[in-house]
């Protein structure tokens, strides 16, 4: 079983800079395609971003390309996502994901962490 924990949220100012990371461990951490995803509340949780196993390959939703970085380091067992020109729209508890493919629907992973709360301020 694999768990996974977020870290790095907070408030921030529009227009200013964070970086997510999630910590795996419990299983072999390369074997998965990882994925970033957000919830607003009383929004449903939405795709972000999604990397492959090995990090050659990343997939954005429209809204965070150019802005939004994911990258992985699987001897750290860890996947990053680096957020920068931050907007109001972007508060949202921000999860991490994993499973055998790349899915941009929630339904497509299999593990998740608890999720890390990001506050953009205007």
């Known amino acids: 079983q694999v768990q996974l924990v977020e870290s790095g949220g907070g408030l921030v100012q529009a227009g200013g800079s964070l970086r997510l990371s999630c910590a795996g461990s419990?299983?072999?951490?390369?074997?998965?395609?990882m994925g970033w995803f957000r919830q607003a509340p009383g929004k449903e949780r939405e795709f972000v971003a999604t990397?492959?196993?090995?990090?050659?390959?990343?997939y954005y939703t429209d809204s965070v390309k150019g802005r939004f970085t994911i990258s992985r380091d699987n001897a750290k067992n860890t996947v990053y996502l680096q957020m920068n020109s931050l907007k109001p729209e972007d508060t949202a508890t921000y999860y991490c994901?994993?499973?055998?493919?790349?899915?941009?629907?929630?339904?497509?992973?299999?593990?998740w962490g608890k999720g890390t709360l990001v506050t953009v301020s205007s």
């Open positions: 994901a994993g499973g055998p493919m790349m899915a941009p629907t929630p339904n497509g992973m299999t593990y």
């Open positions: 419990g299983g072999t951490f390369s074997r998965y395609n």
């Open positions: 990397i492959s196993r090995i990090g050659a390959s990343t």
